[in-house]
């Protein structure tokens, strides 16, 4: 008999926990030759603003010894574009699609929430709170209490669906940021976003970004974001959605085992487009292997003693 994959999380019924990061598998369709998005637990697209945003100035992609900086700038068509001409794409009920949502006020949030919650085809909303390579006014959401409350409120009272609130590692106590998401009406945390990072050539002395500064993800953040992960699960009572490095099976089967209910695959999209199908099926190996009933079972069963 097979181990159930199948997990709630956030008011979902999904087919097993792997999700794909946003950001790293675009709005799905550009990686159809490679994976059906049907097959996965969830599709979280890139983000969306409210209005285009052309991005960050280029180089915008520099590889690091174990992973990558980048430093997008949350480049997108904005939303009339992506109602217009992205939606649309997702016509299969399997599906799960997530919908990650920026803004530069919390307006903004509670608008694109309230106008893409009448389509079908939108399952969820990721709150992108935590984007370290954009400029804001002040600091970045995710670094705040009383900003982060007040944005999920906003976007609370604009939507019924489930909403995934996105906290960044740039912060001094995640666990705090946790909290305040979860008292201001949040279903579900995600974490963790990149770390801010930078690189230079020494040759011209010159940041090799043309921002200056992006966001490190990959593997070599992985010990950091586990330990995130594991901090949150006993600080509230919200499903998380862990990620950061995950790799292989093994790197997903210790997040879920720290506590998280699901995982998102990123950076390694990039470098294996198959990769989640991989990590689905090493995780379904390991719970017969180790004759668990389901996935249930494992999450947040880390042994302290």
């Known amino acids: 008999m097979k181990p159930r994959l199948e997990v709630k999380i956030a008011g979902l019924k999904l087919k097993n926990p792997v999700m794909t990061a946003s950001g790293t598998f675009g709005y799905g369709d550009e990686f159809a030759d490679y994976v059906d998005p049907a097959r996965l637990g969830a599709v979280i697209t890139k983000t969306i603003t409210l209005h285009r945003r052309e991005g960050n100035r280029p180089p915008r992609i520099s590889e690091t010894a174990a992973g990558m900086l980048n430093s997008i700038g949350l480049q997108n068509n ?99 940021i ?65 990620m950061g490095g995950i790799m292989t099976a093994r790197d997903a089967l210790e997040f879920i085992i720290a506590g998280a209910s699901c995982v998102a695959v990123g950076t390694v999209n990039f470098v294996d487009p198959g990769a989640s199908l991989e990590i689905i099926a090493g995780i379904e190996r390991y719970l017969v292997e180790h004759k668990f009933k389901g996935i249930n079972e494992l999450v947040g069963s880390l042994n302290v003693s």
């Open 78 to 176: 904005g939303l009339d574009d992506f109602i217009k001409n992205k939606l649309g794409a997702y016509k299969d009920p399997r599906i799960k699609l997530i919908v990650s949502v920026g803004g530069e006020t919390n307006a903004e949030y509670g608008r694109i929430v309230r106008e893409l919650s009448v389509f079908k085809q939108v399952s969820a909303f990721e709150l992108n709170i935590s984007c370290p390579n954009i400029e804001y006014k002040d600091k970045i959401i995710a670094q705040d209490e009383r900003l982060t409350r007040e944005v999920v409120k906003e976007a609370r009272r604009n939507t019924r669906l489930p909403l995934i609130v996105k906290l960044s590692p740039n912060v001094d106590d995640i666990a705090k």
């Open 178 to 242: 946790a909290r305040a998401a979860q008292d201001a009406g949040a279903d579900a945390v995600s974490l963790i976003n990149t770390f801010l990072g930078m690189a230079i050539d020494v040759r011209t002395r010159k940041s090799i970004l043309g921002n200056i500064t992006g966001g490190l993800s990959g593997p070599a953040i992985k010990p950091i974001a586990l330990r995130m992960v594991w901090q949150v699960r006993n600080s509230i009572t919200l499903p998380i959605i862990g």
